[in-house]
């Protein structure tokens, strides 16, 4: 699983865990699953998509950075 936590400068937006992230960037679409390799990417008005079996979250946001290292995953968003 990935730990993810979606956060402004003001607050967390939610926090939790998940089996996958996705989105898109300049270079496409993309899939964060657990064990990924260390990643930074910026999102532009496109939304980030957070799933587990049981759940699915759509987020959008103006500007988003996406971090991801050792199955940590943190969304910077409206930066």
Do not use: C
Not at 23 to 41: R, V
């Amino acid at each position: 699983m990935l730990s993810v936590k979606v956060s402004t400068a003001e607050k967390v937006i939610w926090e939790g865990e998940a089996e996958s992230v996705s989105s898109h960037n300049t270079q496409g679409p993309f899939d964060i699953l657990p064990k990924h390799a260390n990643f930074i990417t910026i999102v532009h008005q496109k939304p980030i998509i957070i799933r587990r079996k049981d759940f699915e979250k759509t987020l959008s946001f103006d500007t988003a950075v996406i971090h991801t290292h050792d199955s940590i995953v943190r969304i910077y968003a409206n930066l």
